[in-house]
């Protein structure tokens, strides 16, 4: 095992130079991450960033943005299904290919529900 007898200095080609940038750049810059998050990024000596302005903006937009709102569904959700009679609404699932095979070899398992009685049946 060998050992480093003299220190490292910037001279010797290592870059030890930071980006600096204001917290609200920094924050845009990393994907809209949260100002605390940012700062304790900028704490750590490796993360090669130091933020040279703490002021923040006003949160709403970036916490607007980030919200998402679920399509409707332009197919039909059951809701209007005839559910009051047996069969009248029968879902099912594949499942597969899984490992390992079951003891007759099958890699693959389907599951049918009948939604008035509850009634289960898988192949």
């Known amino acids: 095992m060998a050992a ?17 940038g204001s917290l609200v ?12 998050a940012v700062e304790r990024l900028a704490q750590d000596p490796s993360s090669g960033i130091e933020i040279t302005d703490h002021r923040r903006e006003n949160g709403l937009t970036c916490a607007q943005g ?3 709102k679920n399509t409707q569904s332009k197919r039909d959700t059951g809701e209007h299904s005839p559910i009051d009679r047996v069969g009248g609404v029968i879902c099912y699932d594949l499942m597969g ?13 389907v599951n049918f ?9 898988v192949f």
């Not at 490992?99 to 070899?105: A, E, K, Q």
Request: hydrophobic share 20%; proline share 4%.
């Open 4 to 20: 480093l007898d003299r220190e490292v200095s910037a001279a010797d080609g290592v870059d030890s130079s930071k980006e600096k």
């Open 113 to 121: 529900v009948d939604h008035k009685s509850n009634y289960c049946r």
């Open 25 to 36: 750049e920094f924050h845009k810059r990393l994907g809209h991450l949260s100002y605390e």
């Open 66 to 68: 980030k919200q998402s």
């Open 97 to 109: 290919p899984m490992t390992p095979r079951d003891r007759h070899g099958n890699r693959y398992m």
